[in-house]
């Protein structure tokens, strides 16, 4: 199948041997250009020392920031000017450690970044406790007798809604004492699964033996031989199954964590503890669950419909992966995606155009594999630099989507750095996903729009698992954490037995009569490593179902919804995170957005089978 969108071109010589370039081999246009952070070591072996030397001097405004409010802001204005550095030093070390992994002396520089960056948190450690001692009468008076301080109002306020949760000084450091070996579990989880637990060998596709390992299984869990899927499943989850009770023990450690902190710290549930964070009640988390729970038919029909649409008698776990159509075949060019991506993210106009261009045009992008190079894609960057984007692009379409993924957490990071002063110009958590996720949905339907019937298919299936894995499964997840944690606040213990059965009922909800649940899939709970930061998984649901509203709008509403977006992308972390996406037209507050969400999941399955029965 040739995808029809665009022609391919002759890929660059650096990519016709079949080896992995070395980085020399790479041209310069095709690199990150870190000279926007620093110049080259020496500068950042420069500004380190001076950090260091500055990093003492905080002490002697310890006890003493709210002698005067222009003590108060000569710190604030202190500390910003060393975070500008501390990010920029960061940064660089880490960025260049991931040009080539292999190179010691970077890796030396980003080892020594994050030891001064955990001297430089220690040694302002004592800001948010005076904030919080000084009380909120203090710091209104503050606020009033000085302007300058008047911009800082929403960050104190942030501080001052943890009155309440902050204990004594003994007792926070007591607390901050315990987070190690609170962190047991994690580790213990990490070490088991990603050190001493070994998996089987299989045959692949070619009858090649093959041992499993979790890299492996994604792959190898899609191929077309079910045989290969089947065996891949089984030699997983087998594995995971016999260390199901050191699973249930590590993970019920760590529920019982998190009910520690929480009751320290005053809070009426785990799950309020960790929302409170991002100032989201915990009404929006059960809205999340109530929706996706409600509208599960939806699900049950996507499975019914791959069922058929793959000629299976029964439909088992393994099936779940394998794509429903072939990936396009044809390879893009560097040029040819920076086109795709341009062509479909227009509905943001010529502002957000203007910008994407340039930072494809001006180093911000590193865009090829080479030997050594750090694996994936992220955007990354610090306060007072434009942002970066490491790539590994090697010209598949779901690599112009990584592209238009990426630019997209640039390009808020972009607009929010240069609109918000520097305290607020970083976004939550709870928003980082909208923006990349609006790039992605405006680039599909830019796609679909222009696409044949097969590429149709194919795109449309992608979009059917990215919401099946993103909505739905997240949302499991999600009503799996809280229900253990409930029960473990009502004092029931969290045998694996338990855990396995409360897993095999969640999946036999959510995939519905279609689906045979394999018995191996009940231990699959021990495979989650987001379960050890709890209650994180919804923020995916919200975040999906928040940029589909945000790119029907910016395609059906035009220059009205197109501004409403671009405030946005300004916004930062300047008012409560659900508040900016309201002024951006969605409230996550109500059950609307992810209500269309799954209705428009509906339609696409409804137009998918039309496809493939045409």
């Known amino acids: 199948m040739v995808f029809s969108l665009l022609h391919s071109d002759q890929p660059e010589d650096f990519l016709l041997s079949g080896e992995t370039p070395l980085r020399k081999d790479i041209p310069e246009r095709y690199l990150w250009n870190l000279g926007a952070v620093f110049p080259d070591t020496d500068s950042w072996e420069r500004a380190f020392s001076e950090l260091e030397g500055e990093i003492g001097t905080f002490s002697s405004f310890q006890g003493d920031l709210f002698s005067a409010p222009a003590r108060l802001l000569e710190?604030?204005?202190?500390?910003?000017?060393?975070?500008?550095?501390?990010?920029?030093?960061?940064?660089?070390?880490?960025?260049?450690?991931?040009?080539?992994?292999?190179?010691?002396?970077?890796?030396?520089?980003a080892d020594r970044a994050g030891t001064l960056l955990a001297s430089f948190g220690a040694a302002l450690s004592f800001f948010r406790p005076e904030v919080l001692a000084a009380g909120r009468g203090r710091v209104e008076e503050f606020l009033a007798a000085s302007a300058d301080l008047g911009v800082y109002r929403h960050s104190f306020e942030e501080i001052l809604r943890m009155e309440g949760h902050v204990l004594s000084r003994e007792e926070e450091e007591l607390l901050a004492r315990s987070q190690e070996v609170a962190r047991t579990a994690e580790t213990a989880f990490s070490l088991l699964t990603n050190a001493d637990m070994t998996f089987p060998f299989i045959l692949d596709e070619k009858g090649v033996e093959t041992e499993l390992s979790e890299e492996r299984y994604f792959l190898l869990n899609r191929s077309k031989d079910r045989r290969v899927r089947k065996?891949?499943?089984?030699?997983?989850?087998?594995?995971?199954?016999?260390?199901?009770?050191?699973?249930?023990?590590?993970?019920?450690?760590?529920?019982?964590?998190?009910l520690f902190f929480s009751k320290a710290r005053k809070y009426p549930s785990s799950l309020e503890a960790s929302l409170h964070g991002d100032n989201i009640p915990a009404e929006v988390y059960s809205s999340v669950v109530?929706?996706?729970?409600?509208?599960?038919?939806?699900?049950?029909?996507?499975?019914?419909?791959?069922?058929?649409?793959?000629?299976?008698?029964?439909?088992?776990?393994?099936?779940?992966?394998?794509?429903?159509?072939?990936?396009?075949?044809?390879?893009?060019?560097?040029?040819?995606?920076?086109?795709?991506?341009?062509?479909?993210?227009?509905?943001?106009?010529?502002?957000?155009?203007?910008?994407?261009?340039?930072?494809?045009?001006?180093?911000?992008?590193?865009?090829?594999?080479?030997?050594?190079?750090?694996?994936?894609?992220?955007?990354?960057g610090s306060y007072g630099t434009h942002p970066y984007v490491l790539l590994n692009f090697n010209g598949s379409l779901r690599d112009v989507f990584t592209v238009a993924h990426e630019m997209g957490h640039s390009l808020h990071t972009w607009f929010s750095h240069r609109d918000q002063p520097q305290v607020y110009a970083d976004y939550t958590i709870f928003l980082a996903e909208v923006a990349s996720t609006t790039n992605e949905a405006l680039l599909l339907e830019s796609l679909l729009d222009r696409a044949s019937k097969e590429e149709r298919i194919f795109l449309l299936n992608h979009y059917l698992d990215q919401v099946r894995t993103t909505v739905f499964r997240q949302t499991m997840f999600a009503e799996f954490e809280r229900e253990t944690h409930r029960l473990a606040e009502e004092g029931e213990a969290l045998p694996a037995e338990r855990l396995c059965g409360y897993w095999m009922d969640l999946n036999r909800d959510y995939h519905g009569p279609a689906m045979t649940v394999d018995r191996e899939i009940e231990v699959e709970w021990g495979r989650i490593p987001h379960f050890y930061s709890a209650f994180y998984v919804y923020k995916y649901v919200t975040g999906f179902a928040a940029a589909a509203a945000l790119s029907r709008a910016l395609r059906e509403e035009g220059e009205e919804a197109r501004r409403r977006y671009l405030g946005f992308l300004s916004r930062g972390s300047s008012a409560w995170s659900l508040d900016i996406l309201r002024e951006a037209g969605v409230d996550m507050a109500t059950s609307d957005p992810l209500e269309k969400t799954i209705e428009n999941f509906r339609e696409k399955t409804a137009l998918l089978e039309k496809l493939l029965t045409e």
Do not use: C
């Not at 995971?240 to 023990?249: A, E």
């Not at 893009?332 to 995606?337: I, L, R, S």
């Open 75 to 109: 710190f604030l204005r202190a500390e910003e000017k060393a975070g500008e550095k501390m990010g920029k030093l960061y940064a660089y070390a880490t960025m260049k450690s991931h040009e080539d992994t292999a190179l010691p002396l970077y890796q030396g520089m």
């Open 290 to 380: 109530s929706t996706v729970r409600k509208n599960l038919g939806a699900l049950h029909d996507y499975m019914a419909l791959r069922k058929k649409a793959l000629s299976l008698e029964e439909l088992h776990m393994y099936d779940l992966n394998v794509p429903l159509a072939d990936e396009p075949e044809v390879s893009y060019t560097w040029e040819q995606a920076k086109e795709m991506v341009a062509e479909g993210l227009a509905p943001l106009g010529e502002e957000y155009l203007s910008v994407l261009k340039e930072g494809f045009a001006s180093g911000w992008v590193d865009v090829y594999e080479n030997r050594g190079k750090r694996k994936g894609a992220y955007s990354w």
């Open 231 to 258: 065996d891949s499943f089984t030699g997983i989850y087998g594995t995971y199954g016999r260390y199901r009770n050191v699973l249930g023990s590590l993970y019920s450690g760590s529920v019982k964590s998190d």
